[in-house]
């Protein structure tokens, strides 16, 4: 047969068993394969990359004002408590400025009440009764005033009582003499009425007499002549009354205008001083606020790491980052950012796998985790990875904006760890804040069949049709 043919020879030819079993073998392995992919299910992982870090995120410790450093009281590894000192800036400068403008405000807020103190007692003055005997003030305890300014608005605030009281005697010493001339006056012109009275009946009778020829007309002319003069003196001494009077009454007024001069003089003074004083408030708040910025205390109780103050006179420039303060006894928690694609099928409570970059899952296993948290925006890839280089811009620097494109976008989950150490080489490594992972988040099963369709389907629905 073997110099038969080529046709013959293939005809007459028995087919090889191992061809025909190897056949039979491929076509069996394709139906099981074909019969695999429609039953069989396979799980949809979403990948997130994150890291590891302290609940309630690391704190950054950072200088927002120009200047050398003066003292460093804490390093790296050091524990602080919460409000504790750890660096200083030096602040003469500012604190000379500072010192200023409290004596200035020390000044102008002591002389504000002390004035307000006499513009009291000043109203609550009888003019015409008493004079002013206390000079005391009752200095507020909030703020705090120096012993000496307030000595010296107290001595001040004696001198001016003083001297009101002194103009306000000299018109009650007038108004007291006054009142002596006006009581002798009185007297003098009820003197001159009882005078014209009995000049008048003794008229009367002179009048008879000389009527009845018994005595001579000249005596009684002298005495109608006498009440005349009498009459005149009267009046005189009416009108000097009535100046009298009239004088009291200018006193009166003189006392009340120089009461009133002195609470008008006050109240010009205290609006003044008002002004003045709340524009040297909102100044030394301002100096307070600016001298604080050169001392930096931990905003929480934690331990320090990754510190960049060196040595005293070092420079530091306004945002940047001194240190920062891992905070003690919280758990460790991932932060992890889900591409735009997977996550609409995350959800709180979902079981994850979490895998150390440091520790290949492949010898060390990976460690199990559930979803706590998943950010209701998104943010771009690029924010997220500043985000995990510094916590501190989450949430200032991470705006999508209105009209940013859906690429590249990321959404941030939270992920609580069942446990916060790795078991290598039989040893249990605690994990560390900053450590990368990656979070594998079951999403889906889907059929094999399904990753041959899907293909062809996107292509047969993006195409035969019109634009």
């Known amino acids: 047969m073997a110099f038969l043919p080529s046709v013959i020879e293939v005809i007459e030819s028995p087919p090889s068993p191992i061809r025909v079993q190897l056949l039979y073998t491929l076509c069996l392995f394709t139906v099981l394969a074909f019969v695999w992919s429609f039953f069989g299910r396979i799980d949809v992982i979403a990948t997130a990359p994150g890291k590891v870090q302290p609940q309630g995120y690391v704190k950054v410790i950072e200088s927002e004002v120009t200047g050398k450093v003066s003292q460093i009281l804490l390093k790296n590894g050091d524990r602080v408590s919460e409000g504790e000192t750890v660096a200083l800036l030096e602040a003469a400068d500012s604190q000379a400025k500072y010192n200023d403008t409290l ?6 807020y002591a002389e504000l009440w002390r004035r307000k103190t006499q513009d009291r007692l000043a109203r609550d003055l009888s003019v015409e009764a008493r004079a002013l005997t206390d000079f005391t003030v009752e200095w507020p305890a909030q703020p705090a005033l120096p012993e000496e300014i307030k000595l010296r608005e107290t001595s001040t605030m004696h001198g001016e009582l003083t001297q009101l009281n002194t103009d306000l ?60 003069e009498a009459k005149s003196t009267l009046q005189s001494t009416l ?5 009298i009077q009239a004088a009291r009454d200018v006193l009166h007024i003189a006392l009340l205008k120089i009461r009133h001069d002195f609470i008008s003089e006050n109240l010009k003074n205290i609006g003044q001083l008002e002004q003045q004083s709340n524009s040297l408030r909102e100044q030394l708040n301002q100096r307070e606020a600016q001298l604080a910025l050169m001392t930096f205390k931990s905003p929480i109780n934690g331990t320090i790491v990754a510190s960049s103050l060196v040595s005293q006179g070092q420079v530091v420039t306004p945002g940047e980052e001194l240190m920062r303060v891992v905070p003690d006894n919280s758990r460790l928690e991932i932060i992890a950012y889900v591409p735009n694609q997977d996550i609409g099928f995350i959800r709180p409570g979902q ?45 200032s620097n991470t705006k999508t904006g209105g009209g940013q494109s859906t690429q590249g976008l990321v959404f941030p989950l939270t992920v609580a760890l069942e446990q916060d150490h ?3 080489d039989n040893q249990q490594i605690s994990l560390v804040s900053g450590m990368g992972v990656s979070v594998e988040i079951k999403t889906d099963r889907r059929r094999l069949i399904d990753y041959l369709v899907s293909p062809i389907y996107d292509l047969t629905s993006s195409s035969l049709r019109e634009r």
């Open 103 to 108: 004596y200035n405000f020390s000044s102008f």
């Open 169 to 228: 005697q000299n018109i009650r010493a007038q108004l007291a003499q006054n009142k002596t001339r006006e009581q002798g006056m009185k007297a003098t012109i009820a003197s001159q009425k009882s005078l014209i009275e009995t000049l008048n009946e003794r008229l009367q009778i002179r009048r008879t007499l000389v009527e009845k020829q018994v005595v001579a007309k000249d005596d009684w002319l002298q005495i109608l002549t006498d009440v005349k």
């Open 239 to 243: 009108a000097q009354l009535h100046d």
């Open 351 to 395: 079981h994850v796998d979490v895998k150390i970059n440091a520790f290949p899952y492949t010898r060390y296993g990976t460690l199990n985790g559930v979803v706590q948290h998943i950010s209701q925006d998104a943010i771009p890839a690029a924010d997220a990875q500043q985000v995990q280089m510094d916590p501190t811009r989450l949430g």
């Open 422 to 424: 790795i078991l290598v």
